[in-house]
């Protein structure tokens, strides 16, 4: 089955700074990679998804790139701010049979004021 | 449009009792996916089930878990004889799946305490 590896477990940066969590997946067949955000003893929330038709996707101070080659994908925030600290989950899954989604371990996620 | 229902939102239960846990999805959504997260852990996928049918249950213990997601009503997620490791909070997310829409939207959980 699909193993979806992230890193770092923990990640501080300065207010302002840009922040970057890498994920790699096992099975090429993958072609759906949604990012969630998840407050603590919240629902995590799709922050951005990007499909394996894609490289790059972008939505205001949020990007994640696709290298389908590699079987890795990244999220990029820039200009970050206190209330982006979170813990953010990246998945991937095949969704022609069925979508079900397999996450990695999750990156916790400290912007310094 | 309301989002995704989970119920109840805290569940105690002590050893060998029964949890009985019920995800309402979405409206117009009728793909239901239920995921486990452990303690400062990741999401775990457990089941997927669409109405009146289990799809893929490969993330389900083989004893003492079952779903079911009926023509009317909510899906249950149902624990039998619960044990301590089954401690977690329990999502629910749905999906429309329709016009190749993949977005899953997640319920606010269901945290099972085991005494």
């Known amino acids: 089955g699909e193993n979806v590896e992230q890193h770092p477990s923990t990640l501080s940066v300065q207010e302002g700074d840009s922040a970057v969590i890498k994920c790699t997946y096992s099975?090429?067949?993958?072609?759906?990679f949604p990012w969630y955000k998840q407050e603590l003893g919240k629902r995590p929330q799709l922050i951005i998804d990007?499909?394996?038709?894609?490289g790059e996707k972008k939505d205001q101070r949020i990007a994640v790139t696709l290298n389908k080659t590699a079987k890795h994908f990244s999220l990029h925030i820039t200009e970050t701010q206190p209330e982006d600290s979170a813990v953010y989950f990246c998945?991937?899954?095949?969704?022609?049979?069925?979508?079900?989604?397999?996450f990695g371990t999750g990156t916790s996620l400290t912007v310094i004021p | 449009n309301a989002g995704v229902m989970q119920n109840p939102r805290h569940l105690v239960r002590r050893r060998g009792q029964e949890a009985r846990l019920r995800c309402s999805p979405m409206k117009g959504h009728s793909h239901v996916y239920w995921y486990r997260q452990l303690p400062e852990e990741g999401l775990k996928f457990m089941v997927y089930?669409?109405?009146?049918?289990?799809?893929?249950e490969s993330g389900m213990p083989k004893e003492r878990f079952s779903a079911e997601f009926p023509k009317e009503g909510p899906s249950i997620l149902r624990i039998q004889q619960v044990v301590r490791g089954d401690s977690a909070a329990y999502f629910c997310a749905s999906s429309p799946r329709d016009r190749g829409i993949y977005e899953q939207y997640f319920g606010p959980g269901t945290r099972l305490t085991v005494t």
């Open positions: 990007i499909r394996s038709n894609v």
């Open positions: 998945a991937a899954s095949i969704r022609e049979t069925g979508n079900q989604f397999y």
């Open positions: 089930l669409q109405k009146e049918n289990i799809i893929d």
């Open positions: 099975d090429s067949a993958s072609n759906y």
